[in-house]
């Protein structure tokens, strides 16, 4: 079981930039596909980017273009770097850590893209 604690959320203008980190207890290394998940009041959670252990990424068509992630085995830590935000990304923002045997999630984010 790994532990994953989200943080870097918080108030933007449109057009601004974030970048989420979510921090693992233990090693992510070559076992875990990471992701970030993203939920909105009223609407289910949605998966906006996630990286494979051998960095192969996938993301979003809504995404596409405008968000990068990425990990750092060494530091045990993936990051979303979210670039040109919309008021439409606004939402919690979920790090979820998959196995063939297990499955964890952190506590959420909130990201607010307003002006």
């Known amino acids: 079981q790994v532990q994953l604690v989200e943080s870097g959320g918080g108030l933007v203008q449109p057009g601004g930039s974030l970048r989420l980190s979510c921090a693992a207890s233990?090693?992510?290394?070559?076992?875990?596909?990471m992701g970030w998940y993203r939920q909105a009041p009223g609407k289910q959670r949605e998966q906006v980017a996630a990286i494979s252990p051998i960095g192969s990424t996938n993301y979003a068509d809504s995404v596409k273009g405008r968000f990068t992630i990425s990990r750092d085995n060494a530091k045990n830590t993936v990051y979303l770097q979210m670039n040109s935000l919309k008021p439409e990304d606004t939402a919690v923002y979920y790090c979820?850590?998959?196995?063939?045997?297990?499955?964890?999630w952190g506590q959420g984010t909130q990201v607010t893209v307003s002006s």
């Open positions: 233990g090693s992510i290394h070559s076992i875990y596909v």
């Open positions: 979820n850590a998959a196995s063939s045997r297990l499955n964890s």
